[in-house]
Nanobody, 124 residues
């Protein structure tokens, strides 16, 4: 069974930075594309980014391009999301998830094995 645990969330001022981490366990972490989603109150769950197993290929939603960076350390079974220049509209619960294909679509149905989520709040 794959278990994913997010960490690194919290409260940050606009313009600030946070780095989220998602630690995976289990043999099924290996070889999979991993992604991040977010869910803000009153909004639908939104795709943020994903990264292939090798780390060579990444994909971002337009609203975070140039501000967020997804990376991974496979020796540690961990995926990261570096978030810079944060805006109040980035406030949400952030989830990591495992892709079901090499290049999943940015829809939650193309991901499984979700983490429990972690709160990110951007506010002054």
């Amino acid at each position: 069974q794959v278990q994913l645990v997010e960490s690194g969330g919290g409260l940050v001022q606009p313009g600030g930075s946070l780095r989220l981490a998602c630690a995976g366990s289990g043999r099924t972490y290996r070889g999979y594309t991993m992604g991040w989603f977010r869910h803000a109150p009153g909004k639908e769950r939104e795709f943020v980014a994903h990264i292939t197993w090798s780390g060579a290929n990444t994909y971002y939603t337009d609203s975070v391009k140039g501000r967020f960076t997804i990376s991974r350390d496979n020796a540690k079974n961990t995926v990261y999301l570096q978030m810079n220049s944060l805006k109040p509209e980035d406030t949400a619960v952030y989830y990591c998830a495992r892709g079901t294909t090499y290049w999943p679509s940015p829809r939650h149905t193309d991901f499984d094995s979700w983490g429990q989520g972690i709160q990110v709040t951007v506010s002054s």
